[in-house]
């Protein structure tokens, strides 16, 4: 079992965990919420503190399921949410972050990030997320689904070097961000916050990291996971509803991926040697 979790450092110059507990598609059946909830605080229990949810999630299902999970133990916890871009204007802002504040029953977001660019001005968006942040609403915002020119964009707006991540999408089979978001964003101290990290799933099943996976004793799931913690200033907040499956992904932050596993990965998921837009799920 992993004594500790690992942190990397957020612009601020806080820590902030690499390894968190998403929440996409819970809250959207009642009969899995006892079952959500339980895997979510014995997420906590394991020292895995950081969650991820976002006001879409079943429109706020998600939230609820959070602050059943998260009751009584608010301090322990990095809490981190989404403001969608149809709600990002000047007033929908605030307006959002208070019902997401309501349903996740606490005075306070760790970070709160844009979902996805959409129509209106970036400036306004970093205008309203500064006001919540000085007002004690948010510790900290960032954003989500940014590729590099987004990024170049934010860093040149007042106050836009506040970002203190960008959540995107990345895992062994879709490295594209390797190419330049990534190194872009370790160079100005911004943590990737790595969404998908086992492909929803898919990578648990892939036969190409059995043997790797036999080499550490460990299952392909963990593997995956290991390569997206294995990168400097990267968070991965893989979603799991299984108690077991929580217990695997903590367990991962122990799997040391030597020379020879990362050539073989590098073969079965070869990393992107041009530019590729940014994909999102
Ligand atoms: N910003 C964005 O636009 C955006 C987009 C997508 C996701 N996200 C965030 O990122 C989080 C993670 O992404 P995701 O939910 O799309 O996909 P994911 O974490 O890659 O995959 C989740 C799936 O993998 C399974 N799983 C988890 N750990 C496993 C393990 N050790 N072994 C085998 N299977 C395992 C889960 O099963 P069980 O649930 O049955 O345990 C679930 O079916 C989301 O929940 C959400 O918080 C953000």
Redesign the pocket.
Known sequence: MPSAMRTTTMPSGEAIPVLGQ????MGEDRRRHAEEVA?LKFGLDLGITLI???EM?ASGGAEDVVAEAIAGRRDEVFLVS?VLPSNASRTGVPQACEQSLKRLRTDRLDLY?L??RGGVPLAETVEALEALRKAGKIRHWGV??FDTDDMQELALLPDGNQVQTN???Y?LSRRGIEFDLMPWSLQRGIPTMA???????V??RNGKLDAIAARHAV?P??VA?AFVMHQQGVIA??????QE?VR??FE?LDIKLTGEDIADLDRAFPPPTRKRGLE??
């Open positions: 998403g929440t996409w598609k895997a991820d949810t976002a999630y989404k990030l979902h996805w989500s689904n959540q995107v999408l895992n969404y998908s990290p086992v492909e929803q799933g990578l648990a299952t799931a963990q996971l907040i893989p979603k799991a509803s299984k499956h695997q992904n991962a999102m799920i």
